[in-house]
């Protein structure tokens, strides 16, 4: 038997699927996104009861109310992960359980996209299910400990997006809520609005998108909703784009972004920059945006 090596000819043919995350503020349209992709391919992961914002979109939707049900359907959509322990969610005899439960796998085979409406949603309900756990009381007292809640916390929802993020030919988006926070020093920057902190240090790690959905004003002209792709922008939005087809500013439709995002890849000579710009100008960011200043690197 040889090195199960997968050539290059082979890696390219496999068919791309996108894994991301589109951040926003309350209210911005993230999940009326829902209307922007093709409704018969796609399966709405409803975490948050939005049927107003998406009212006469025609799709199928799954409504898990607990994090059992979360982990659930992430086995029965992403399928088994055999370096998993027979004793461990995600793992084959999980899997089988959740078929006897659910019925035939090739039922999800339709669905092209997996829209999961909201993460923040889902690590609330995850929380709650962590604070029940024996992780979550002192071994000395048997009181709550918030310190193992929230360390099984962290656990428990980068396993979820990571099983999540490996399924096989389908694009998964989640959507999440977008916080403006002020440091110690009165800056002001943003962070995701997930429980404790090790799911939004680590989610744009796991990810090959994080988009920010913004409200963006130019100095003239009317404020516009729009895609922030890039993680070099003048807002400080957190974004991230794995796949060297956008720019940094795109239309707010997640269909289009998705069909940008397939097209053929330009060669890396044209896409990456390795050379230190000559001359950096001060960058003005947006009113009410963070502030960032960029050096003069010139002679």
């Known amino acids: 038997m040889g090195i199960p090596i997968v050539s290059a000819d082979e890696r390219m043919a496999e068919p791309r699927s996108d894994k991301g995350v589109i951040f926003g503020k309350s209210g ?20 948050e009861a939005g049927d107003l914002a998406v009212e006469g979109w025609p799709g199928d939707t799954i409504r898990p109310r607990t994090w059992k049900e979360c982990r659930d359907f992430a086995v029965f959509i992403g399928g088994p992960n055999p370096a998993l322990r027979e004793d461990q969610p995600y793992s084959q005899a999980h899997y089988d359980e959740v078929v006897q439960k659910y019925g035939d796998p090739a039922a999800l085979a339709k669905y092209r996209t997996i829209f999961v409406d909201s993460i923040t ?24 400990d918030n310190r193992g809640a929230y360390g099984l916390h962290g ?12 399924t096989r030919g389908k694009n998964v ?13 009165n800056r002001r920057f943003f962070a995701p609005q997930i429980e404790g902190a090790k799911t939004g240090l680590e989610l744009p790690g796991i990810v090959d ?5 913004a409200e963006v004003r130019p100095e003239e002209g009317d404020a516009y909703r729009a895609f922030v792709c890039h993680t070099l922008n003048p807002w400080g939005y957190p974004a991230k784009d794995r796949s060297g087809r956008l720019e940094m500013i795109e239309e707010p439709h997640l269909g289009r972004l998705m069909e940008k995002i397939h097209q053929p890849v330009k060669p890396a000579a044209e896409r990456l920059r390795f050379e230190r710009p000559e001359k950096v100008t001060e960058a003005a960011p947006a009113a009410g945006a963070p502030a960032t200043t960029q050096m003069d690197t010139g002679a």
């Not at 999940?31 to 975490?47: E, G, I, Q, R």
């Not at 656990?155 to 490996?166: D, K, R």
């Not at 988006?173 to 020093?185: R, S, Y």
């Open 28 to 47: 911005i349209g993230k999940t009326s996104l829902l209307h922007t992709v093709d409704a018969a391919t796609t399966l709405f992961f409803d975490l």
């Open 121 to 144: 949603v889902a690590g609330r309900l995850c929380f709650q299910w962590c604070k029940g756990q024996p992780q979550a009381f002192s071994e000395k007292t048997g009181k709550p």
């Open 209 to 213: 998108q994080v988009i920010t959905m």
């Open 155 to 166: 656990q428990e929802m980068i396993a979820w997006i990571t099983h999540l993020q490996h």
């Open 173 to 185: 988006w989640f959507v999440g809520i977008l916080d403006e926070k002020t440091d110690d020093f």
